[in-house]
């Protein structure tokens, strides 16, 4: 049975920091890219960040990139997004997938594989 667990979301200022983990169990976490959706009421789904299954090659959104960082531990199955300066309008509920690859995450990539069922952000003014 396939399970992606998210946690570390909560309120924040704006201007702080959270980091969200994601902890996978019923596939092999080594065979699967791995990243993060975010989406809020009344806005399209936003593939935030991946990361590659084998080589660590990682992709970020225009919105976030140089304030997010993404990781994983494959020894631990578990993913993390650290999350930086953050913004109200990074307020959102925040989503673990897994797919083969990255593409999934770019704009009209598709769905991918697996999803966890999301930990809210909210970032205040």
């Known amino acids: 049975q396939v399970k992606v667990v998210e946690s570390g979301g909560g309120l924040v200022q704006a201007g702080g920091s959270l980091r969200l983990s994601c902890t996978v169990s019923?596939?092999?976490?080594?065979?699967?890219?791995m990243g993060w959706f975010r989406q809020s009421p009344g806005k399209e789904r936003e593939g935030v960040s991946c990361?590659?299954?084998?080589?660590?090659?990682?992709y970020y959104s225009d919105s976030v990139k140089g304030r997010f960082t993404i990781s994983r531990d494959n020894a631990k199955n578990t993913l993390y997004l650290q999350m930086s300066s953050l913004k109200p309008e990074d307020t959102a509920m925040y989503y673990c997938?897994?797919?083969?690859?990255?593409?999934?995450?770019?704009?009209?990539?598709?769905?991918?594989?697996?999803w966890g069922q999301g930990t809210q952000v909210t970032v205040s003014s």
């Open positions: 019923g596939f092999t976490f080594d065979d699967y890219a």
């Open positions: 990361i590659n299954r084998s080589d660590g090659m990682t």
């Open positions: 997938a897994a797919d083969r690859w990255c593409d999934k995450w770019r704009p009209r990539g598709g769905s991918p594989d697996h």
